[in-house]
């Protein structure tokens, strides 16, 4: 069946990242996956997760610095990452901040993100 989403909702973060998520449990409720649009502030940085879903993250403006156990990897615009489920991370933004689409399998949700206190 088609369904048109006729656009995102915005998901509350503290830190200054907008979350406009336009498939996934909150705006469309699918729990097999979600698709988000992201802008995040020069310098936002979120806790450590370890997630219960892979994460596809496409740059598409500034730089995503994902911290993990093996080190730091900086996407830049036009680059991607991938990370795996129950990988220990950590997002944040470079200098000039972020924008970016990220894929969830299975979708996001604020318990599956198993984010530290």
Not at 11 to 21: N, Q, S, T
Not at 55 to 69: A, I, M, P, Q
Request: proline share 9%.
């Amino acid at each position: 069946m088609v369904r048109k989403i006729e656009g995102p909702t915005r998901v509350p973060v503290p830190g200054g990242k907008v979350i406009d998520e336009h498939v996934g449990r909150v705006n469309s409720g699918d729990e097999a996956v979600s698709i988000a649009h992201m802008t995040a502030p020069p310098g936002w940085t979120e806790p450590f997760q370890t997630p219960e879903f892979a994460e596809y993250t496409v740059v598409l403006r500034g730089s995503v610095l994902v911290e993990h156990d093996g080190g730091v990897v900086e996407v830049g615009a036009g680059q991607s990452v991938v990370t795996s489920p129950g990988e220990r991370i950590r997002y944040s933004s470079g200098p000039e901040g972020a924008e970016y689409v990220a894929v969830c399998l299975p979708a996001f949700s604020p318990e599956s993100a198993r984010r530290d206190e």
